[in-house]
């Protein structure tokens, strides 16, 4: 494989946090009086909605209860951050081989988040290494858009960065509507399913792995 990008959607293919966003969303919703316990099974089911605190919402909806999900969601990053902090994080299989591989290469590595800049910095440094700022040609984060995924705007402004075409690039993506971003921009992308990833379909995936080193072989 030589293309000239290897593209990291999201913080799911690079790390799995699914579980510690899960427990800070329960934490979040005992400092605001809810009665709301999200399990392993609940919150896969709830990935299908994309962002955070459209996921408060939406679930607020559903119970016809009222809430500020915007105050909900900001306590959750707070307490996700804290977690960070105190657990770390371990890279997902072949994520360090896929990165030294593009890196021998000379090919460029960029990180096509939609997450906050605050959630960025605080994985950079719970990874203790493993993970460095340096090594990726660009970051984007939510400032940098006006629709998150599976709108491909966050895909076009990586390309369009680092002046490249989507057929020059590879997009690695754990999620259905996550993935639906990098494909709408035109870009060929690896499904890596992650831990709690929601309904599996990974149409117009041009492969699925479970580990990164499967597209070095």
């Known amino acids: 494989m030589q293309p000239k990008a290897f593209f990291f959607g999201a913080i799911g293919p690079l790390v799995d946090t699914s579980d510690m966003q899960r427990r800070a969303f329960n934490q979040a919703f005992e400092e605001f009086g809810l009665d709301w316990h999200w399990g392993a099974e609940k919150y896969a089911e709830l990935l299908a909605i994309i962002g955070g605190r459209h996921r408060v919402a939406s679930f607020a909806e559903a119970k016809g209860v009222e809430v500020d999900a915007q105050a909900v969601h900001a306590a959750k990053s707070r307490i996700y951050q804290d977690m960070l902090s105190q657990e770390g994080v371990t890279l997902r299989p072949g994520v360090a081989d896929l990165i030294a591989h593009a890196r021998a290469l000379e090919a460029k590595l960029a990180w096509v988040t939609t997450t906050s800049r605050k959630n960025i910095d605080a994985i950079l440094q719970a990874a203790n290494g493993s993970l460095a700022e340096d090594m990726f040609s660009l970051i984007t984060d939510r400032e940098m858009v006006e629709q998150g995924k599976p709108d491909p705007q966050c895909y076009v402004i990586a390309l369009e960065s ?31 399913p992650g831990s709690t990833a929601p309904d599996p379909d990974w149409t117009g995936a041009v492969r699925q792995v479970n580990d990164l080193r499967m597209l070095l072989q």
């Open 162 to 192: 680092l002046s490249l075409m989507p057929s020059d690039a590879i997009a690695v993506e754990d999620t259905p509507d996550s993935l639906a971003a990098a494909t709408r921009a035109g870009i060929p992308t690896v499904a890596f």
